[in-house]
């Protein structure tokens, strides 16, 4: 049990590690760099922090206040001591901390407490430490910070104070500003897009088909369009976070040059990526990138870029003198880190050299493999599977002289649905694999509860080959396995269609769909519980007592209040038992039983 306990723990720990990033700052991976691991480039604009200390002068073993503020709120840091020569070698000196609430020591390069950095994303205004001066220090130490305000805006090793030993005359600090490579040389607010030149001027793929994002705030379009050796791009799309498109060989995320266009707070960010997988995409540091410019309006995303057709700087770019498939995928995003798109992406019907002849592409959300999958399998089971079961459970009193190949004819359409039914989840069954080519994650119970129709629908007809002769003893045990197995399979076929109709590879319209499949089964279950009361001959019963009921209810009426029409109504010649209650009456009437007519009336309701 302790082990169990122990293994749930440490389980928890690790999902909650990968969920929650280095908001508890452990950042050892950074200890060298001091650069976070946030697929961005760090912000090159003035920064609103500062480092200060209480001394310009220290010997070995004293202890210097270290302060760090703002004049805004960051949520991270992460400061060191280095020797001011050489501001890219290891940590030096230990810290103290003055608020363990708020900062925590770090080991690095084998160091305890050579780094402090932040215990949460608490937004904060100032932060001390106590640095320790070493036995070993070099003549002049510089502190270094890095800062984030929030995910994806921070400044990298702001360089704080110098300070020297003894007599020493501390050296001009060091600049370890790092520019962005990734930054663009213009950035500015566009115009609306248009799809007009579409097929002419540049290549579009658009959804839905024909919508222009001029006007069309639920337009997703990509256009691009070659001028020399540069091509240019335009991506727009209604996104709470981000767009994106990737140019790829197969139609499978993975080996993907990807562009991202990422609303971080009403300022988009456009950068070049690689996705490797499906995994987050790694971010280039690359300076591929020309005439960038964005614009957010009415919760659309828009933005545009132009880049060379090779680019030999940047290796896992691709060259767009090769044809390629385009996806075009949007999602939520958090302090301009993306999250996993929610509904699949839009997908070009067919690869395209991106520097060829303009052309208007389409696209599709949903696979034809997965469209394929869902049909087919609907028709086994809400169509062949379920008339199959109505024949061997209520018609085998019907056409009881007839045959068909020998057999039965309830038997014969029984056996060839069922075996359709088993054919088609077969076939619909491989499609999903084909497709994704690998078992599927993503997809919740649904592949399960495929996998467990698939097995009851193979054991059915292997069954029914070893069953025993109707006379057998053992008849009883098949009888029982083949409903209570068919029974399973189908109602967990419906359950896994409940699910499958939820998918992102199918894209269905979302109620009304559930509603459709709801009804069709309400609708099943209604008509097999009719002709269960048939069968039954519940039914027929029913209405014959419901109509005598009536008529003696009529005939004690007609008695009671004597109207004296008696012979206004119909007499009937049948004289059988079914016979009706009034036709009754007036026989009795005409026979001259006028007297006696509410004693027989009332024995007849007593029997």
Sequence with gaps: MWNLQTALAILGTL?????????????????ESMMPEHHSQPNTTASPYTLTVNARKFSPGDNIRVALSGSEHFEGFLIQARDATNPDGPAIGSFTLVDPEISQRLTCNSI??????????????????????????????????????????????????????????????????????????????????????????????IDPVSCNPSVDTNCFFLSYSTLDQTVSFELSGPAEGYVSFALSKDKWMGDDDTYLCINDEGRVSVEAAYTAGRTYPEVSSKSVLTDVGWRVSDGVIQCKFSRSIYTPQDPVRFSLNNSYYLFVAHGTAEYGMIHRHMR??????????????PEILTGSRSPLLMKYHGALMLIAWMLAGST??????????????????????????????????????????????????KWSTRAGVHPYLGCTVMILAFCQPIMAAFRPAPDSSRRWIFNWLHWGVGNAAEIIAVVSMFFGIRQQSLLLPYPWTTGVLSAFVVWTIVLKLVLKLHKHNVITKAKYVVQNIVFVCLAISLVSAGSGKEDELPVLSDTSEDVSWVSYYTLLKHNGEDENIKGTVHQKLKS
Aim: hydrophobic content about 40%; aromatic content about 10%; glycine content about 6%.
């Design 15 to 31: 999902c909650l590690t990968s969920i929650s990033g280095y908001k508890n700052g452990k950042v050892e991976k950074s200890c």
């Design 112 to 205: 305890e407490g050579s780094a402090v950095s932040h215990t949460s994303n608490a937004k904060k205004t100032e932060i001390q430490v106590i640095w320790k001066a070493p036995s070993n220090a070099p003549p002049t130490v510089q502190f270094l910070a890095t800062v984030l305000a929030h995910y994806k805006i921070f400044w990298l090793k702001l360089p704080g104070p110098v300070i020297s030993q003894g007599d020493v005359t501390p050296a001009p600090s060091q600049s370890t500003t790092i520019m962005s490579t990734n930054s663009p040389f213009i950035v500015r607010i566009l115009l609306q897009f248009t799809s007009e030149g579409c097929g002419v001027s540049k290549s579009c793929l």
């Design 344 to 357: 699949q992406p839009l997908i070009s019907s067919h690869h395209q050299i991106i520097t060829g002849p």
């Design 388 to 437: 199959g079961k109505l024949m061997a459970a209520y018609f085998k009193p019907d056409w009881p002289e007839q045959t068909l190949f020998g057999q039965k004819i309830w038997f014969q359409v029984h056996r060839m649905l069922m075996s359709l039914t088993v054919f088609l989840t077969a076939v619909a069954f491989v499609f999903p694999f084909v497709y994704r080519g």
